[in-house]
Nanobody, 125 residues
């Protein structure tokens, strides 16, 4: 069982920046595909960004050029750096992990088996 703990959410004005961080308990962190997903009120959970165990990166079109995902295998963390935040980025952001190969490439929440509790990001207009 992989335990994931997110931190770093908060309230920011439009155009601002935040960094989300996710710490994993798993000793074999380097064997995991990792990702960030988000869910806004009344909407389904959606893909934001993923990074594979081989360090391939994938981004939703809506966040390309604004968000950066980064993993540190030594620290067992995956961060999401968010710049140019917009009100429509407001959501609960979830960290996710998977041992299944191609999970990151799939960009699908159904391929990820382990989830954090979520952290709220609110962007004011």
């Amino acid at each position: 069982q992989v335990q994931l703990i997110e931190s770093g959410g908060g309230l920011v004005p439009a155009g601002g920046s935040l960094r989300l961080s996710c710490a994993a308990s798993e000793a074999t962190f380097s064997d995991l595909d990792m990702g960030w997903f988000r869910q806004a009120p009344g909407k389904e959970r959606e893909f934001v960004a993923t990074v594979s165990r081989s360090l391939s990166l994938y981004y939703a079109d809506s966040v390309k050029g604004r968000f950066t995902i980064w993993r540190d295998n030594a620290k067992k963390t995956v961060d999401l750096h968010m710049n140019g935040l917009r009100p429509d980025d407001t959501a609960v952001y979830y960290c996710a992990a998977s041992y299944r190969r191609s999970s990151a490439q799939s960009m699908s929440s159904t391929m990820f088996d382990f989830w954090g509790q979520g952290t709220q990001v609110t962007v004011s207009s």
